[in-house]
């Protein structure tokens, strides 16, 4: 492990800010997880990261009605613990989410839903903040269920 | 006029990278509390939920190896897995849970039951 | 280390068809990193000639603890620094 | 296909009764569309449905926020309306919908949370009522998740 | 119609793991319906000695006109019939 | 400093089954709609996206055949499959979407891209 470890961090590095998209779904995927434990070690590094961006089933990610086991993390809250605490934006891809049952107050008046259920500090927008992320020197990182 | 259901519930994903494998084990367990007769096979990567020593915490998560080693005593009649599977994955007598049964995904397996469904 | 040309981070389990086709898209100056269900490869035996890694916590969560020697166990924040390193990366 | 048809339903039918047990989640997966689809032809051929059971990811078709395109089904208020008019329970096991952020008003009190969002008429409960189901004489079949 | 053993609902893809298991679980007396994606096994080619139905609408969804003669195609009216008449069903 | 990224997306599920190939190709449209440079590529089952002659109003879905067949004058580079998996799916020149390009996923096709993801 050290020596891995030290052998890999003389490397000079190439990427010093991240975007991460998750596709995955929190409990159905490890995908939520794993990617915490990236940005929790890439933040530790000196890392940036610019954005986490939400698709497709991710979007579960942003929910603020997740009620796990209290034995079990809750990892909506990990997460919007951690952008919160680093400031990092988070977002959630506004067509994947409404197809999934995650609105804001915004879309819940549009749509004239009975109830909003997006956790601060995500919101919901566009597929245009993940363009922007990859028009950007940002490398775009991918954690995507598994099988 | 009912017959008695005989259900075998299959895991054929392996452990902790999604969630069906874990639900599924809760599928049988409720069987087995309210008295079912349900038997469980662990098929093709699933066979990996069978192997001593998950330090699942690791990953935030919890470990079944102690679940599906008290299977028996909770009800469930047996834990089978295909053997292919297991010689696949280097599953041997050595880091293979105790209790289990190695068996053939064929037709006369099947057929020993009448109510047989997939995790997720 | 040997500069990494593409860095593939692979997360199905062997026999899915995305495993399969990661392992035969490999090129000489890539390097592999078995993380989540990926890290079975390890079980069943994993035969490549690129540089390969996996990820410790998902190793040991599935009871995999003595892999072949070809193969450098790594934490989250080697795995960070292999992707900074890496000129491409590839989620798998 | 009416030479198929008429071979087959000269067969004795075994099973009268069916219970439809639909674990794939809306969109991201075919099952509800699927089973709603098998759920109106075996209506139309007199069979009855005893339970509709929603497990794992398949929770997510009882969200009362699913807001699709225009253009798009709404799978959740098809599912719903199906089961209103032929007064068949809808039933979400409680710890499949805990984890992935469905509740009703009982389990928003009870886990003090922002809103709930399940719609009616399914409820909410353990894995006793497919317990229940497959210790009948009903068929018990299952929608899953394709790939 | 001979009296089904096992009806086996196959919603995989060729070359999922669960396809060929499925296909490899097949009894003389059982019976076959690809549905969903597994009706891409008529597009790949089914050889199989069991009787085998496919689901109309999702054939033609995925542009598939014109199957092996061997294979019946069915509505979902059929699918109802054929599931109340097996003795046993299996959801791959 | 800043390297323009030559996205490559990659479709290798069937289609209507799931969304993931769906949202991808959302991800494609997107990509070219802001003029940045991006190919698809379909492998594995991913390939029978580009049949000719989808019914998808039968399963009550939109077919995305029509944007596939627009998807140079939207912006997109090139729509790339895999011959072998083209092969295996009986996808011939009769049946095929016009303006795909036959390729093999190999070390030489990815090296022309810097930024390459998977539908989900």
Not at chain 1, 23 to 42: I, M
Not at chain 1, 76 to 93: F, K, M, N, S, Y
Request: include cysteine; glycine fraction near 6%.
């Amino acid at each position: 492990m050290t020596d891995a470890q030290s052998e890999l961090t003389g490397t000079p590095a190439h990427a010093g800010v991240f975007t991460l998209v998750i596709t995955g779904a929190p409990y159905s995927s490890q995908a939520p997880q794993t990617a915490l434990d990236f940005a929790r070690a890439a933040l530790k590094a000196g890392k940036q990261i610019d954005r986490v961006f939400l698709y497709g089933d991710g979007v579960h990610l942003a929910s603020a009605l997740l009620a796990p086991p209290s034995d079990e993390a809750n990892l909506a809250r990990a997460w919007a613990d951690l952008l919160t605490e680093h400031q990092i934006p988070g977002v959630a891809c506004i067509a994947s989410a409404l197809r999934r049952g995650l609105v804001d107050e915004s879309e819940q008046k549009r749509y004239q839903l009975p109830a909003s259920n997006l956790v601060a500090p995500f919101e919901i927008a566009g597929l245009g903040e993940w363009v922007a992320s990859t028009a950007s020197d940002s490398r775009v990182l991918y954690f995507h269920k598994g099988a | 006029m009912s017959t008695p259901k005989r259900t075998l519930i299959i895991i054929d994903q392996a452990p902790y990278g999604s969630f069906e494998g874990r639900e599924a084990l809760d599928m049988a367990f409720s069987l087995a509390a309210f008295d079912q007769t349900v038997s469980i096979l662990f098929s093709g990567p699933g066979v990996n939920w069978l192997r001593k020593g998950q330090l699942a915490a690791d990953i935030h998560q919890k470990s079944v190896e102690k679940n599906l080693a008290a299977a028996p005593i909770f009800g469930v009649q047996a834990l089978l897995a295909n053997a292919a599977d297991c010689e696949l994955f280097n599953l041997t007598q050595d880091n293979l849970l105790e209790q289990v049964e190695l068996v053939k995904l064929t037709p006369e397996l099947t057929g020993q039951f009448n109510h047989i469904t997939f995790a997720g | 280390m040997a500069p990494i040309h593409t860095l593939h981070i692979l997360n199905k389990t062997p026999g899915h068809q995305r495993h399969e086709a990661c392992l035969a898209a490999l090129g000489p100056q890539d390097a592999l990193v078995l993380i989540e269900n990926g890290v079975l490869a390890l079980a069943k035996g994993l035969d490549t000639d690129v540089a390969c890694y996996a990820l410790m916590p998902d190793a040991s969560a599935r009871g995999i603890e003595d892999p072949a020697s070809e193969v450098t166990m790594v934490s989250f924040d080697d795995m960070v620094a292999l992707t900074s390193a890496a000129e491409n990366v590839i989620s798998w």
